[in-house]
Structure formats: C-alpha cells, structure tokens
C-alpha cells in the first residue's frame, strides 16, 4: 500500500526566506513518481513539481526545488525567497508504477508574512 | 490550454436530495478521478475510471456512484445525499498509462448538505 505523510500542519515564513515543507512516502515499487502540488485558497490545485524514483538530480522548477532523498524515503519541497503568493495548501502525492492513481499527504498550510 | 471544468463551483442541496457533480475534461485523457477534500484528511479517491463505461472504487466509493459515457465526462452521483457528505469535491484527468500520471485538476465544487 502506498502513504504519504506531511507532519506540518501548518507553517509560517517571513516573506523572502526559503522555507521547507516535509514530506516522506512509503511504497514497496521500484518505480515512482513524486509530486507537489498547491492549492490556494480559491480552491484549484496548481501542479508545481516533480520527482521520479528514478531521477538522479534533484527535481528544480524557479523558486521551487525537490530535496529527494530516496534512501530516507523523503521529498521535501523547497521554496525559495518566499512571496505573499505563496499562501496556501501544499500537498505531496505518490504514484507508484503498479497504480494509475495518486496517493496525497494531509497538507501543510504555509502562511507568508510581510 | 489543458481544461478540466466541473458544473458548479458551489452547492446547496437538502438532505436525501439526488446530486449530480459533473466534470468535462477537453484533454483527450482516458483516466479521470473524484476526490473529496476535507481539512487535516488531505484528498481522498471516491471513484476513478480508465475507459468510458469503466469504473473503480477508490477509499472511500461508499454513498457514492459514478458514470462515464463519453470520455470526457465523468459524473459523481450522491444517491442519498447526507449531511456527512458536505465537502469540497475534485474531479482530475491524467493521461494513459504511463508515470509520471501527473493529474489535472477541475476547479472544485463546495458541496453543502443541509
């Protein structure tokens, strides 16, 4: 069976501050695919970034970066100078190579100060 | 432009009430997915489907039932609705059987059972 825990439930960063919100999985397959997604507060899950089993360098996109550690079983997403935008619902979700679907995390509220 | 639109952003329906939550995805996807979200329980699977006229419960398939006829509709269908069942609901679409499965989200319906 698959599981993804998010133990945050909720953070707080000062705007232009990094900020690392944790995720760590379980699954028996070889291959997999990690992802994070955010959902601001009008409801919709924006797609940010993601990591397969498989990948040997970290996964990057702008400001956000996955810190994959396979053998801890880990997928913490980075989010780098922090911006009042980035308010919102991050959620961490895993597809294993012998299901179609996703598996999410609970999520982690971040709030971003001014 | 990838589009996943659900019929109503919010909803108000009385207890015993039969509803229907639609979702249209233009992406051409074979796969399509209902979650309900609900805080500190992240977002759980109600039903998905592979193919037209295919489905395949989830977590949590109990009070609910789904249909697919086109492929790009897929249909989650409330019985009976109870109050229990107030929620935010998501309908996604991903492509064929491939990693990294990555989803694509409609905008949400907030179902109210009053």
């Known amino acids: 069976a698959q599981k993804i825990t998010q133990t945050q439930p909720g953070m707080f960063v000062q705007e232009k501050e990094a900020v690392t919100l944790d995720c760590t999985y379980d699954?028996?397959?070889?291959?997999?695919?990690l992802f994070w997604y955010k959902q601001p507060s009008s409801g919709e899950m924006i797609f940010l970034i993601y990591?397969?089993?498989?990948?040997?360098q970290n996964a990057t996109e702008g400001r956000y970066s996955l810190n994959f550690q396979k053998a801890r079983k880990s997928a913490n997403l980075v989010i780098s100078a922090s911006q009042l935008g980035d308010s919102a619902m991050y959620f961490c979700a895993l597809a294993s190579g012998s299901a179609r679907q996703l598996t999410f995390g609970s999520g982690t509220q971040l709030t971003v100060l001014p | 432009d990838v589009k996943v639109t659900q019929s109503s952003r919010y909803l108000v329906k009385r207890t015993g009430e039969k509803v229907f939550l639609e979702c249209v995805q233009d992406?051409?996807?074979?796969?399509m997915f209902w979650y309900r979200q609900d805080p500190g329980l992240g977002l759980r699977l109600i039903y998905f489907?592979?193919?037209?006229?295919?489905?395949e419960k989830g977590d949590i398939p109990e009070g609910y039932s789904v249909s697919r006829e086109k492929k790009e509709r897929f249909s989650l269908i409330l019985e009976s609705a109870s109050t229990n069942q107030t929620s935010m609901y998501l309908c996604a679409s991903s492509p064929p059987d491939r990693l990294p499965y990555e989803q694509y989200f409609g905008p949400g319906t907030r179902l109210t059972v009053t």
């Open positions: 489907s592979y193919d037209v006229k295919m489905k």
């Open positions: 699954t028996s397959d070889q291959s997999y695919g």
């Open positions: 992406m051409d996807h074979e796969n």
């Open positions: 990591q397969g089993s498989y990948d040997e």
